[in-house]
């Protein structure tokens, strides 16, 4: 692990931008491809603890990422040693939190509510459907590129989240509590909690 590397200075505020911005832009986005993504994030307590409680199955693929001695997996937990965790090192609880929950605001918002739900909308139908569920978990697999074996995991969260919002019967509060829940517990554990990974 190279020791020398250190995260941009105020890291947790430009990553919050980064993420506000992302929030921001789907809004945009979604204006100008007919999707109003903040009418379908409907608050209620129940399906915040149906997100919640969703966050179990990725947390789960964190674990067997951890723990699993197939390759691919050790070289992504190599990479994200070396990479993601001197990132967020210095950021503190309460950075991680905000991060997390404008990382799943504003993800979700551009994944699930405008490309998922204007793929819907474009080819109609229920093979709509799950064209757009196919087209937004490949997209945000590729903003996930890592390493081949993270964008394909992020594929497969994002056919998850996807999933979890058609049977939310399409509320994005639960894939964005989902999302904003499970980073940041995975990055608490991984940042704070966890020895790296040592060659």
Known sequence: MDEDFSPPKHFALLAAVFEGVLAVAAIGLGWLVGQRPMEMLRWNLADAGWGTAATLLPL??????????WRPFVELVR????LL???FRGCRLPELAVISVLAGLGEELLFRGV????VA?????????WIGLAVAAVL?????????TYALLAALIGLYLGWIWIAADYNLLVPVVTHAVYDF???????????????
């Open 85 to 87: 965790v001197p990132m």
């Open 60 to 69: 789960a693929m964190l674990w067997v990422c951890l723990k699993c001695p």
């Open 140 to 148: 945000f697999g590729l903003a996930h590129p890592m390493t081949f």
């Open 121 to 129: 909308d474009w080819m109609g139908g229920q093979i709509g459907v």
């Open 115 to 118: 490309v998922q739900a204007a």
């Open 79 to 82: 990479v994200v040693d070396e």
């Open 185 to 199: 517990l995975a990055l608490v554990y991984l940042v704070k909690l966890r020895r790296p990974f040592v060659v």
